[in-house]
């Protein structure tokens, strides 16, 4: 086979028969990329559009997940827990032995310690993989992948991790040693558009422009991608299309505290975070993209109307309690 060069990996050689269960904007656009890198990839998802347009690519269609499970290895990335056991659970009793599943979701600590535990018993190869990244750098093969399983079965799937990645983690031999840091960091994420939404609700009832505060903020002080993608978004009140939904933050950040009560570890700061997701989700935004926290933020300052208004303040204004702009 010829080899292809996606980013900075060159793939050909070891192109790999591989499954991809779970198809929705992270893991099609991850999927995507193992395609062109050369690998013959079967594709299975509940809803059939993301299916279709990965076919057009040279994709393999199949009817069942139990189709996609098998090969040298399987990809998969469902939404939560409840999906991982309504799709994966009836799947082991007939995957073909040595098989190494990787998932790429974010699920709960205990799920993933007993995935990789049931896996084993059937003789299977189980490897937590979680990816950081929105889907524009999904697209870009650009993800952060954090690893955790078997040094063999890690070392399998090597070539496929480095296509969808820009940098792979390694964590340990315990597979939810990567969902850990994987929950971690989201967390992580959570406290950090928290902390610029409400900066900024107060900056602008003190008269300074969004866009005035997160330019300097997250290009001279807090410079990672992170506060950057999402301090521009705040500044310019755009919330569609959603690179990271409220409502998964939302699923993460209870993941993040079942495994903090499991733990005896207090979190109090994740509790905040916890409570601005669940009001955005009550206030109808949990479709909308994380960085919407600014709207929790600028409604609790007594900004609403401000909320829904992209334009900035003029210097030396700031909305009233309506939202309306006063000097």
Not at 236 to 243: L, N, S, T, V
Not at 296 to 310: F, H, T
Request: aromatic letters at 4%; one cysteine or more; glycine letters at 8%.
């Amino acid at each position: 086979m010829q080899e292809k060069i996606l980013g900075n990996v060159t793939i050909g050689r070891c192109a790999m028969d591989i499954g991809f269960i779970g198809l929705g904007t992270m893991g099609s656009r991850i999927c995507e990329n193992l395609i062109k890198a050369g690998n013959k990839v079967r594709v299975w998802n509940r809803s059939r559009g993301a299916v279709e347009a990965l076919a057009r690519l040279g994709a393999t269609p199949v009817a069942t997940a139990r189709e996609a499970f098998a090969g040298d290895a399987v990809f998969s990335m469902l939404a939560d827990d409840s999906a991982v056991h309504e799709v994966i659970d009836p799947l082991l009793d007939s995957a073909p032995t040595g098989l190494v599943h990787a998932n790429l979701a974010t699920i709960s600590v205990a799920l993933a310690r007993d995935l990789a535990a049931r896996h084993k018993t059937h003789g299977l190869a189980y490897v937590s993989s979680p990816v950081f990244g929105r889907p524009e750098l999904a697209a870009a093969g650009k993800l952060t992948v954090v690893v955790a399983g078997e040094p063999q079965a890690i070392s399998r799937i090597e070539p496929l991790l480095a296509v969808i990645g820009q940098r792979t983690w390694p964590l340990g031999v315990q597979p939810e040693r990567a969902n850990v840091v994987k929950l971690a960091g989201n967390f992580m994420l959570g406290a950090a558009v928290e902390a610029m939404a409400e900066a900024t609700a107060m900056a602008w009832h003190n008269g300074i422009a969004p866009n005035d505060l997160l330019d300097v903020l997250t290009n001279g002080v807090f410079t990672a991608p992170a506060y950057q993608m999402y301090g521009m978004a705040i500044a310019k009140q755009r919330y569609e299309p959603a690179g990271f939904k409220v409502s998964l933050t939302l699923k993460d950040l209870r993941l993040v505290l079942a495994a903090a009560d499991e733990a005896a570890v207090p979190m109090p700061l994740a509790d905040v975070v916890h409570g601005s997701l669940l009001e955005a989700v009550a206030n109808g935004n949990g479709e909308r993209d994380l960085a919407a926290l600014a709207v929790v933020a600028m409604r609790r300052a007594g900004l609403e109307e401000a909320s829904r208004v992209r334009e900035k303040p003029s210097a030396g204004e700031a909305p009233s309690s309506r939202g309306e702009l006063r000097a």
